[in-house]
């Protein structure tokens, strides 16, 4: 088959070496983390832009490197091409293989923060790009010249609170993490936060079924030129609609 | 009376210490709490949620506004016990099991307080059963669940579950939000209401209490 996968740049380098073990050949676009804060429609609005952008006739299928994220997903429509998502609420699902294994992970591990290769070096020094989102990256002397120095002081710590509220965090290595770089900073990350750190072997197998062509209906859904993904409030997280 | 315009001014402005210094003054000059909470808490509110709206102001000036409101509350709060003034409802409100984010959360809490209400905050991360006993033992009319995650999202639906088993549901108003979370999930799992801002939460609560 040809394929053509619209992926989010966390997933960089998982996508990058699932594509090349693929017997497929597959074109890969990435977007950028930042679409994720955007929120649901303006994400699902500007991942619709790149997928009509797609000419006709050309791919077999049209893969998506994410999630729901967040509704990111919902309401996108398959135009000439079907459109195949992982049923996943987002990537930490997809890097650790299965909806079942996120769910038991998140359920029995409040309070985690998570990092994978893409989400320690992807996205840095991102603009606020929306009045929704809450700047959380702003240092203080940035919120102290712009609110002066007592509500400066108080808006950083009621963005940095979550420090506090969090308990671990789970680092998710899939193997391909070259040398100790990533491991150290997310490490490094844990113990600036006051957070224990725990180390999760990731699982690669969903991204590689992606795109090696294998879409079984527990694990993906598929939207037929002219119907449109929609979160399914449900266990399988995304279905079509016509 | 200048006081109270510069109470309203102090509070969309976010300027926590001229607040509370106006409600002091004007609480001195004889002006009722209930007054203070209505005739400018209120609508200095309302305002602040018109200017989230139409995107004049981001989540920091919000946060900046409620703190300014909850130094006013501080002061007027007790007194309106005390003269024994009932709020326009009491509100349940928290972020559902799983989920820790809740600085939006957060800002419906004090819009609310800032709209007449009286909030039971119970924080993030609160299970079903600790929704229905504060309910329960505070009496509470409306009840308000926050999520930020669609994997979180399910605890909604086990909470409101938790309502009917309690024998509480028809007893309190359930209201829905966060960031992925849609009228149509709202509708599914039997909630009373949804809105998609805190601005529009104050509306749908005094709706939702006044039904």
Do not use: M
């Given at each position: 088959m040809r394929l053509k996968l619209i992926s989010c740049e966390v997933l960089f380098r998982e996508m990058c070496d699932s594509c090349a073990h693929s017997a497929h050949q597959v074109d890969l676009e990435f977007l950028p983390k930042g679409l994720h804060d955007l929120g649901g429609k303006p994400m699902a609005a500007k991942i619709q832009e790149t997928v009509?952008?797609?000419p006709e006739g050309v791919y077999d299928a049209i893969l998506l490197g994410y999630g729901l994220c967040g509704n990111g997903l919902d309401g996108l429509t398959a135009r000439h091409t079907r459109l195949v998502l992982p049923r996943a609420h987002d990537c930490i699902a997809l890097l650790m293989g299965s909806r079942e294994r996120y769910q038991q992970y998140f359920d029995g591990n409040p309070g985690t923060f998570y990092r994978s290769t893409g989400w320690l070096e992807r996205g840095k020094g991102l603009q606020?790009?929306?009045?929704?989102t809450l700047g959380l990256d702003e240092p203080l002397e940035a919120l102290i010249r712009k609110y002066g120095e007592d509500n400066g002081r108080y808006l950083y710590g009621e963005m940095t609170r979550y420090r506090s509220q969090y308990a671990k965090l789970t680092f998710i290595e899939t193997g391909l993490e070259a040398g100790g770089k990533f491991l150290a900073e997310a490490a490094a990350e844990a113990k600036e936060n006051g957070w224990s750190f725990e180390r999760l072997r990731g699982d690669l197998a969903w991204?590689?079924?992606?795109?090696?062509?294998?879409?079984?209906?527990?694990?993906f859904v598929i939207a037929e030129p002219g119907q449109r993904l929609a979160a399914s409030y449900d266990a399988l997280v995304v279905k079509v609609q016509a | 009376m200048p006081d109270l315009e510069q109470l309203k001014q102090a509070l969309i402005e976010g300027n926590w210490k001229t607040a509370a210094a106006a409600t002091q003054a004007a609480l001195a000059e004889g002006v009722a709490p209930l007054t203070i909470v209505t005739k400018h808490l209120v609508p200095a509110m309302d305002e602040v949620g018109r200017l989230f709206e139409c995107?004049?102001?981001f989540v920091p000036e919000m946060l900046l506004s409620a703190r300014a409101m909850k130094a006013s509350m501080e002061i007027v709060r007790p007194l309106l016990a005390a003269s024994g003034a009932e709020p326009v409802g009491r509100v349940v409100i928290g972020t559902v099991k799983g989920d820790l984010h809740d600085i939006g959360k957060n800002l419906v809490a004090a819009m609310l307080e800032g709209g007449g209400f009286e909030v039971i905050d119970l924080g993030a991360d609160v299970a079903p059963e600790l929704f229905t006993e504060a309910a329960a033992a505070r009496n509470a009319n409306l009840v308000a669940l926050s999520a930020l995650l669609t994997v979180t999202m399910p605890s909604m639906r086990t909470t409101i579950d938790a309502f009917r088993a309690a024998g509480l549901r028809e007893k309190v108003k359930i209201m829905v939000g966060g960031a992925p979370v849609t009228q149509q999930y709202a509708d599914a799992i039997g909630a009373d209401g949804y809105s998609d801002s805190a601005g529009s939460a104050v509306a749908l609560a005094r709706k939702l209490v006044a039904a």
């Open positions: 009509d952008r797609i606020q790009l929306t009045h929704q991204l590689r079924r992606l795109v090696d062509g294998e879409w079984p209906p527990a694990g | 995107e004049e102001y």
